[in-house]
């Protein structure tokens, strides 16, 4: 079975590798990217079935990058992993175009049930933000 591409995003490298760790046995990880500018990059250059980025990163931003993604190649499918837990954040990755929304510190339970349901086309959003 082919696994699905996937590029992460983050500007701490050590967190990079903890995601790649948890996410490798399901997802072929085709690229890092450590702020939004790499992560426009990458996706141009490969076009990955999913992506995950952080929020607050340093240069382009990604829910910046998320918007530029997306004007670009539509069908992207985006999930945010972030500390932010505040609703605001939530609705402007919503409305940037991401999918998912899933809080860092849930991570280890809630991020590949994130990526199942996005590569679906179904929207997650972590548990602490449900309402």
Do not use: C
């Amino acid at each position: 079975m082919n696994r699905p591409s996937i590029i992460l995003a983050d500007d701490d490298n050590a967190l990079l590798e903890s995601v790649q760790k948890l996410v490798e046995l399901e997802f072929r990880v085709v690229a890092r990217a450590n702020d939004g500018q790499q992560l426009l990059d990458a996706v141009r250059e490969f076009v990955p079935d999913l992506i995950i980025t952080d929020i607050s990163m340093g240069g382009l931003s990604g829910i910046r990058a998320t918007r530029q993604l997306k004007a670009e190649q539509p069908d992207r499918r985006i999930v945010f992993l972030t500390v932010h837990e505040e609703p605001v954040f939530l609705a402007e990755a919503m409305k940037a175009g991401a999918l998912g929304y899933v809080v860092k510190r849930l991570a280890g339970s809630e991020l590949l049930p994130a990526l199942r349901e996005v590569l679906q086309g179904r929207p997650f959003i972590s548990s602490s933000l449900r309402s």
